[in-house]
């Protein structure tokens, strides 16, 4: 019998299957600050990635304003709104989020490999080590 996951669809694919071959002849690396991006994103709730609604209006002026994680750096918001989805749903990110990571300017090589290294983060999550 077999086992499909399906809380994580597309979970072994690779990311070229979504978005189109870039440049193979570097290898893809991003920077220590968009790594940095990626792991603070980690500890940001899905809920930071839509626009503030009426409750939460509401909820700012009887306990006060949340600090905004929304990053100045349109090229690292996308990183980092792409890094939350990750971290919560694994390689089943929304087009939308790969496709403005895209356009920010992120190669499909670079995109592929932050979502691979989230993914390994997942699973050691997951895991206790033991000595």
């Not at 070229?16 to 690396?29: F, G, I, K, N, Y």
């Not at 949340?66 to 971290?87: G, N, T």
Request: charged fraction near 20%.
């Amino acid at each position: 019998m077999a086992f499909i996951d399906f809380a994580q669809p597309m979970a072994g694919a690779p990311l070229s299957v979504c978005l189109p071959m870039a440049d193979m002849a570097e290898a893809a690396t991003l920077d220590p600050l968009e790594w940095q991006v990626a792991a603070l994103a980690l500890s940001d709730r899905l809920s930071t990635l839509r626009r503030p609604g009426s409750w939460d209006k509401w909820s700012a002026l009887i306990f006060g304003p949340r600090p905004s994680p929304v990053l100045a750096s349109e090229r690292l918001e996308a990183l980092r709104r792409l890094s939350v989805e990750a971290w919560h749903r694994g390689y089943a990110v929304t087009p939308s989020a790969l496709a403005d990571a895209q356009e920010a300017g992120f190669t499909a090589d670079q995109l592929e490999l932050l979502l691979a290294s989230i993914s390994a983060g997942r699973s050691a999550r997951g895991r206790k080590v033991r000595p």
